[in-house]
């Protein structure tokens, strides 16, 4: 991404070395579905041992379930896991978080670096909740929970390259990460991959629709749909090639995508979307001015 000053990500099966976590502690602050799943992607690649994992959650059932689990260490106090983690990722609901920062203020030491994982938290709030300043904000989305997710991710400058490649190997065991330079790129990404698979799903199951519209079995239909959506990522992915031109591959002339392609031109399709990613984006700032207010309150 070199319009936004990124890095090259690391996909789910390349760049990300076993063992890249061996000399860290991590600390997750809330350990919920988020939480999880990147534990379960760095233990599952052999990246950390689970004994230098430190996770808090208020809940005795959900800290046995993860102990059992992954045989990780569970806390019950925010403050605890704090102290134990060179990374402390902070994996709680948005709407809790200003609570959270109260409770974390002035605990963070000069060598831990805060990771935040929670929508609409802008650095400046982040940093002054937490009373630090070495913050790194990420950009998750929900393919994650499968590996498969996009991270985009911003760090202050007092953040050093060491703990930077722990970032990198960490997002990573959630799928393919970007590093960039100015924050601004992190609330876009929030409208575009954030919120992305909702635009996909939406057209996949505008997709299923019309196959049992047609007559389709819906399970005959979510079938299809599934894997030419797969299909299509994966063929768009290895050739290299520019969207219009791999339309254009399979737009014979005359033919039935033509005729669809004018359909969804003629319907405004390209203007919607660029609509509602732009509506996002707009929502995403007024999220990160609500959030400001809260931790500035």
Do not use: C
Not at 19 to 38: C, K, N, P
């Amino acid at each position: 991404m070199a319009g936004a000053g990124g890095t090259g990500g690391a996909g789910p099966d390349d760049g990300v070395e076993v063992g890249a976590l061996a000399d860290a502690r991590l600390a997750f602050v809330g350990a919920g579905v988020m939480a999880e799943s990147m534990i379960a992607g760095l233990l599952g690649r052999g990246m950390i041992a689970p004994d230098r994992i430190t996770a808090s959650h208020p809940r005795e059932d959900r800290r046995r379930r993860l102990a059992d689990r992954f045989g990780i260490v569970t806390v019950e106090g925010n403050r605890e896991a704090v102290t134990e983690g060179d990374l402390v990722l902070l994996t709680v609901k948005p709407q809790v978080l200003a609570g959270v920062m109260r409770q974390l203020h002035g605990r963070f030491s000069p060598a831990q670096v805060a990771v935040s994982v929670v929508a609409g938290a802008g650095i400046a709030a982040l940093s002054r909740g937490l009373g630090h300043d070495a913050i790194v904000r990420v950009m998750p989305n929900t393919p994650a929970q499968v590996g498969q997710g996009m991270s985009v991710w911003t760090a202050t400058a007092d953040v050093d390259p060491g703990h930077k490649a722990w970032v990198r190997a960490a997002l990573g065991a959630l799928g393919e990460e970007l590093e960039v330079e100015e924050e601004k790129y992190v609330d876009m990404a929030t409208a575009l991959s954030g919120t992305g698979p909702t635009y996909v799903f939406l057209m996949m199951e505008a997709l299923i629709d019309a196959g049992v519209h047609m007559g389709f079995p819906r399970r005959i239909a979510e079938q299809i749909v599934l894997q030419t959506v797969a299909g299509s990522v994966a063929f768009a992915r290895d050739s290299g090639k520019h969207m219009a031109e791999l339309r254009n591959m399979v737009t014979s002339p005359g033919g039935t995508s033509a005729e669809a392609v004018y359909q969804m031109e003629k319907g405004g399709m390209r203007t919607v979307l660029s609509r509602a990613v732009y509506a996002a984006y707009q929502r995403t700032l007024t999220l990160g001015a609500a959030e400001r207010d809260r931790t500035d309150g």
